[in-house]
């Protein structure tokens, strides 16, 4: 990035209790304690770091207000409540540098059916494709080289970034968040098979993606095979994740990288998924319920559930298992012992 | 969707065997029997939901033959052999309208090498590429955002959707539905290690697709090291599946989402794979192998199996492990308490 | 292919050290032994095959230098020092013609920001988009379709498929190449809980991908929170991997498809994943570590290790569990058997 921020400019930013030292150096980068040189602002996020402050080369370090040490020379420690929030106060300020708010309009390499409705103030990017009926909301910004289909519908403040596709009728409340190549839409797998080979069950409902749920680069949502695929409010959903068709997500969940939920399942409100989790079909994981990576999931789980592995177990119970099951070879021998002494035993007392 | 079908437009589709009731309301949606409301169609797949049909809102509902009870005021019962088929039958006609058969011609828009073949029956949309030596064969519809490679073929009445990438000299045959984002013929996982370095093995085989195959969205499709990877007509494969270089998959096979095949690995026909499977490279699945999602399958299988777990085991073998890996604290518990008891008895009995 | 290569031609290729036979037939396409017909190369790669040699249709066969049978009419043995060396330099031969060098300029229908910077030796394909500010270096060649985002560079002689993302800042190095549809610099999965809402931590970091590396069809990389993600040079990676925000990976690894690596981990140089493979975050995989397909890994591991299973153990001791774990139900039965012995022992020695 091209960014130059002064030490001054920082501290309006985050506003310390206090300060110690003094910089002349601008901030042009963001770098951890050790890794930090001259010009970069670090911070110190948690504790077990510590001992890192004393040697950062960072010309600027967040530190937590309670922090003793004294800073370089030619170095300035600012003393805040929370450095990580603070420092996420600096990065969304390089956020809408990295990514300006474009002007409004649409690109003149777009393809815009006549009858799609493009709100005035949306940004429609090179070469994307807005089939007929689709309708734009305020702010929108896509990107370049996003689909958006027949009849769609995507609200104000949604940003579609290069190459997502949005399919026919789907809809996108407010402030949704698409990385790139995200697929909305594709259809559901269903099939019946007939005389030796599947028909397709045609797929005709929609998905909708609730507002301020943001999806990750390549991730895949299912049209329901009639009414509609849902994702709830807030939800957040990681890279190359696959929801199925008449799957309901609920609000507030987090669904990490590579997991796939199956068909008409139904995750309640604050379910976190780890990655590369497998839930079944037709199954609801209560609310709050939490999967570590690569579990398994094939039945019911009640509220607030935290399991693992495949099938997915009670997390205390898996752990005991796993630890069990490298002492496997022990059992064995001591069970051929046990067989052993017990023959001898009753040979010598019979 | 902006649909709309009569009460007596839906009795000519599903031809029903007996009607009860009536309704002036026309069909606007369609949705389960707890979630439909006036205007909608709904019906009866599983007789477990058939006390779901005395409440239901829905304006039409679709009921087995024998369905005894009597429908509310304006309200419709259609009764047909098999209520699921006939929706399928509704639901059809709907694809039609959110999928309409788009006129046939090429888009001002898109880039088509001058000694490409397009038929004239085609459609070529918005932002498509088609390289030089390209064959586009009759009624075939590359929707938008399209790029067909240097002298690939695409056989007649393939659906290609939104951003489908089909690289060079790879072959498609007829009626093949290509989900968004699909890559058909990246080149194959292939290295050799020379000093300390991975050296491309090149990979200048194809990729060809049977026909009536659908792919799901964003899978990946390697090309062969030489010669080619094949997909045998009729099967479906779901989103973000995974087939490597020179991998030969049988006819009417399905592969559910998220499922990895390794190089150069035989699916004979009928195969059914659940999702997140993983196959190990150079082995053979017999004709309709199944495996349970998640199954990690690393050696040959005989026609018939059907596999859970990783290392794939026999389902029931798995299933009982399943149980008893539960109950390995308890097994090391009656272990010990043999060894103390063992003890003991030897101990009164020397 | 519309290839056809002459046996001198061929020859002229792989040097043999010795020709036995001869053919009139034109090299068309390579195959496997049993596959290939007249007019077809093949080779014996693995020792295992030697008894397909005589019997094989191909027109010219590729042999190790000791091998002692000959030909049939109409048929040429080359006997080379290593076979599959030999076809290797015929297939990169064909490479050339299945992507041949394009010429180099800036296809009219790409959308190129006023003040990007193109080598005038690279070639940008149809309906591309380099948005303001990147680089795009010498002999680059952008296929169709591709997005390089504001500020990113793309250094000499790198090859980006159609469909491929690079988003803002992110930088690659020389000779990259990356295969449909893979996205560089898509967020970090990171969020703050609030509230009851998770709040977005901007990553406004970046992605740095090394020299000669490869990346798979649609994989995805995600940019740092700040700093950068990192790819090694020589690294290659297979498709539908993901590689979360922060992840350190080392130089010559190989990274199987459906790998997941989560956030600020470490692979260090020459560390080999199997394909889904899982990887948690905030760990080091130490030099040379090597995964057994599906692998879940959790926590560090010392340089050298291999592992298999979820979690991740010694290969060796996995592969035992994995034996014992199909033995429980008969453990379970001896053991039961040990307490109905012992009890009648018990009764009759009191």
Known sequence: MQVSFSAEAIEAMVRPRETRGATVQSVRGIAGLTAAATGDLSFLGNRKYKSQVASTQASVVLLPADHLGEPAADQLFLLVENPSAALSLICARLEQSLWPKPSAGIHPSAVVAPNAIVASTATIGPLCVIEEGAEI??????????????????????????????????????????????????????????????????????????????????????????????????????????????????????????????????????????????VGGHITLGKGTKAAGQAGISSDLPAGSFVRGTPGLPFQLEQRINVLKQRLPELFKRVQSLEAELAELKKSSS
Chains 1, 2, 3 share one sequence.
């Open 137 to 278: 909301g305020e702010r929108v910004h896509l990107q370049a080289q996003v689909f958006v289909g027949r009849g769609a519908r995507v609200a104000e403040d949604c940003w579609l970034q290069p190459g997502v596709i949005v399919t026919a009728e789907c809809r996108l409340n407010a402030r949704v968040r698409l990385q790139p190549g995200v697929v909305i839409g594709s259809d559901g797998f269903g099939y019946d098979f007939v005389n030796g080979r599947h028909e397709k069950v045609p797929q005709v409902g929609i998905v909708e993606v609730g507002s301020d749920v943001e999806i990750g680069a390549n991730s895949t949502l299912d049209r329901a095979r009639f009414s509609r695929t849902w994702i709830g409010e807030g939800t957040k959903i990681d890279n190359l994740v696959q929801i199925a068709h008449n799957v309901i997500v609920g609000r507030h969940c987090l669904i990490c990288a590579q997991v796939g939920v199956a068909g008409s399942t139904t995750l309640e409100d604050y379910v976190v998924l780890g990655g590369q989790t497998g």
